[in-house]
Structures are given as structure tokens and as C-alpha cells.
């Protein structure tokens, strides 16, 4: 069982660019945030995998970047020029798949981390 840990969050200003990282206990093929308002179902933001790969959510392209440090097994997500709608649950899930898998489907992730509520203020 690999156990994931999430840093950041918290409040921060619109405008503002947010850092996320989440920590594996282990190594897994991919690495992914998600995320989730409260009475909606969770929705992917990006996913990175240990061959290089990337996936962004089509409606967060140009703001979002991830990164996979594998020698830590840390992945690393900054979301540029922040809006209130970014206000959240950031939820960090791992799995054996690709990245090429995609977003869609919270089952590809066998792993998943209690996440870090983000608050965006005007």
C-alpha cells in the first residue's frame, strides 16, 4: 500500500500561483491531482507518469504545471494566475497506468491522499 501525503494550500490571493506537492511513500507509474467542491464529484487537474509523460485538464491548460521527482517520488504542481473558481479540494492520487490515460476516470488511481483544501480570496 503506498500512502500519499499532501503539502500546501491553504489560503491564498487570486492572482497568486499556488505550489501543491505530494509525497509517495513508494514508487508508482503515475502521479495526479484532482480535485472536488463540495456536492460534485472529483475532477481531474493533471497527471504525470515516470516515462515522461503528461496530461493537463483541457479547462486549466496554460496554467498548470507538474512535475514527477522520482528519486523522492514527490510530484510537484504549481497552478498560475489563480481564480476563485481554483477555490477546492486538491486531492493527490497514484496508480499503474500512464498519463496518457488521461483524467476521466478516478479508477485508473489506485492510491489517494485525504488532500488539502484551497482557499482563492479576491
Known amino acids: 500500500q503506498v500512502q500519499l501525503v499532501e503539502t500546501g494550500g491553504g489560503s491564498v490571493e487570486s492572482g497568486a500561483t499556488l505550489n501543491l506537492s505530494c509525497a509517495a511513500s513508494?514508487?508508482?507509474?503515475?502521479m495526479a491531482w484532482w480535485r472536488q467542491v463540495p456536492g460534485k464529484g472529483r475532477v481531474g487537474v493533471a497527471v504525470v507518469d515516470r516515462f515522461g509523460g503528461t496530461e493537463y485538464a483541457d479547462s486549466m491548460k496554460g496554467r498548470l504545471s507538474l512535475s514527477l521527482d522520482t528519486t523522492t517520488n514527490t510530484a510537484h504542481l504549481q497552478i498560475y494566475r489563480l481564480t476563485s473558481e481554483d477555490t477546492a479540494k486538491y486531492i493527490c492520487?497514484?496508480?499503474?497506468?500512464?498519463?496518457?490515460?488521461?483524467?476521466?476516470?478516478?479508477?485508473?488511481?489506485?492510491?489517494w491522499g485525504k488532500g488539502t483544501q484551497v482557499v482563492v480570496s479576491l
Open positions: 513508494g514508487p508508482t507509474n503515475t
Open positions: 492520487a497514484a496508480g499503474w497506468g500512464v498519463a496518457k490515460w488521461g483524467l476521466t476516470s478516478p479508477t485508473n488511481y489506485e492510491f
